[in-house]
């Protein structure tokens, strides 16, 4: 699977971005995709995930009720809308694929795939 991020950008807070995470290869809509986030001079971190169907989410404490992800297998495409951004926001953002797991999982082992990453900047 190859993924390909975007939609990063400067933002002020309190704003909004959209996150898009493109995939071609195997078929998109059989794994669980994820999303996880770098600071600088912080390790990456889980930031939220979504199952085969979309059927199940799961975030991270820090981003629950904000951020929404959400796939269209259909496009092969999957989202993270980001709303009320913070500036401890700020982040290289990564989406993933689990191949393996029937469960979300929250640790980057789990993930084969990744794609390159799109920055998200969020200034005060």
């Known amino acids: 699977v190859q993924l390909q991020a975007s939609g990063g950008g400067l933002v002020q807070a309190g704003g909004s971005l959209r996150l898009s995470c493109a995939a071609s290869?195997?078929?998109?809509?059989?794994?669980?995709t994820g999303w996880f986030r770098q600071a600088p001079g912080k390790e990456r971190e889980f930031v939220a995930a979504?199952?085969?169907?979309?059927?199940?989410?799961h975030y991270a404490d820090s981003v629950k009720g904000r951020f929404t992800i959400s796939r269209d297998n259909a496009k092969k495409l999957v989202y993270l809308q980001m709303n009320s951004l913070k500036p401890e926001d700020t982040a290289v953002y990564y989406c993933?694929?689990?191949?393996?797991?029937?469960?979300?999982?929250?640790?980057?082992?789990?993930?084969?795939?990744w794609g390159q990453g799109t920055q998200v900047t969020v200034s005060s």
């Open positions: 979504i199952t085969r169907s979309g059927g199940t989410t």
């Open positions: 290869g195997r078929p998109f809509g059989s794994y669980i």
């Open positions: 993933a694929v689990d191949v393996r797991s029937v469960y979300i999982m929250m640790i980057l082992r789990s993930y084969d795939f």
